[in-house]
């Protein structure tokens, strides 16, 4: 239900953009974004559309960029400047609070090396 793609590796202060296609009625779902997880590491937000606005992380704000593509139920995560640190499985993320549904996608890698 939620196709995420465009990982893959890059060097450091390069740029990959990740996709998020939803199916059905998960697009208009209270949230729509992107975690990642790091080896090792807890999954955690990178960025995402809420009800009220969108949302980044601070390790994302200035250098990634949440857009979405309604007639394609599409969410896309434009990274720039990535950073080794960056590096992490990408997952995306639908949150219906109506039937406090979570929805995850297939994880996208992505390898920044230096």
């Known amino acids: 239900q939620l196709q995420a793609s465009g990982g893959g590796l890059v060097q450091t202060g390069g740029s990959l953009k990740l996709s998020c296609e939803a199916s059905?009625?998960?697009?208009?779902?209270?949230?729509m974004g992107w975690y990642r997880q790091a080896p090792g590491k807890q999954r955690e937000l990178v960025a995402g559309?809420?009800?009220?606005?969108?949302t980044y992380a601070d390790s994302a704000k200035g250098r990634f960029t949440l857009s979405r593509d309604n007639a394609k139920n599409t969410v896309y995560l434009q990274m720039n400047s990535l950073k080794s640190e960056d590096t992490a499985v990408y997952y995306c993320?639908?949150?219906?609070?109506?039937?406090?549904?979570?929805?995850w996608g297939r994880g996208t890698l992505v390898t920044v090396s230096s």
């Open positions: 559309f809420t009800t009220v606005g969108t």
């Open positions: 993320n639908a949150y219906s609070r109506a039937i406090a549904t979570s929805y």
């Open positions: 059905g009625n998960i697009f208009s779902a209270d949230f």
